[in-house]
């Protein structure tokens, strides 16, 4: 596929923390993304879904991926990596495109998460109980539409056993042959019900498949993307 290779495909095996992401594209090329980069004892993340179709998107993914990867190799807060990549985004933007964005960065070794939520999906984040919930974060503006917009980030702490679940709005809105989606409640309820400490990607891979499994055979509409980090416990 044109995108395949723009994404990264080699998910590291690391002690504090198990991750794994996937992009099933519609028939059309589109503009979902997701990308990870270490920073000594920080992981940077993020999952983001670009305004449009066809070429123009995929080629302003690679952009906002590029500069994510660049940026946030340098340690810095998330609400400047994500100044500065809507800062790249915006600059030569002729075909006025967007992109939504959910970055975060997790010290591994404290569990603490800094993250900015640029206009994207509301996260899911699991309790190592079991207990599955949606992040709702600040409403930043989306990225790549103006130039030095004043992005805010925040903190969670999460406790060892947590999980994050991040994904395009290409898993909530997958419809049935009837128009019906599979929604946000159905995302919880899945989340919900996942066993204490299923790695990565097998809970990613299993939620692709209940979203098809309700589909039912329908043309996929969307791109599906699908990222999970489950911080593992000592």
């Known amino acids: 596929l044109f995108r395949s290779g723009m ?4 998910f590291p095996q690391m002690d504090e923390c198990s991750l794994y992401a996937m992009v099933h594209p519609a028939k059309e090329v589109g503009g979902d993304l997701y990308d990870f980069v270490r920073v000594e004892d920080s992981l940077y993340f993020l999952v983001g879904d670009v305004s449009g179709k066809g070429v123009p998107a995929a080629l302003f993914m690679a952009i906002a991926r590029a500069a994510f990867r660049f940026i946030g190799a340098l340690g810095l807060p998330m609400a400047e990596v994500m100044r500065r990549v809507n800062n790249c985004l915006c600059d030569g933007n002729k075909n006025e495109m967007f ?71 290409g898993v909530t809105e997958a419809e049935r042959v009837d128009k019906s989606q599979f929604g946000e409640d159905r995302l919880l309820q899945w989340a919900g019900s996942l066993l204490h400490g299923v790695p990565a990607d097998a809970s990613t891979l299993d939620l692709y498949a209940k979203v098809r499994n309700f589909t039912k055979g329908a043309d996929q509409n969307d791109d599906i993307t699908i990222m999970s980090i489950l911080l593992k416990t000592k």
């Open 7 to 10: 994404l990264p495909q080699h």
């Open 99 to 169: 992109v939504t964005i959910f970055a975060g960065r997790i010290d591994l070794k404290t569990g603490e998460m800094e993250y900015c939520n640029a206009g994207h999906n509301p996260i899911v984040v699991v309790s190592p109980s079991g207990e599955a919930s949606f992040l709702r974060a600040k409403p930043n503006l989306a990225a790549g539409l103006f130039e030095d917009f004043p992005y805010e980030g925040e903190r969670l702490k999460l406790e060892r056993g947590s999980r994050l679940i991040l994904y395009t709005d």
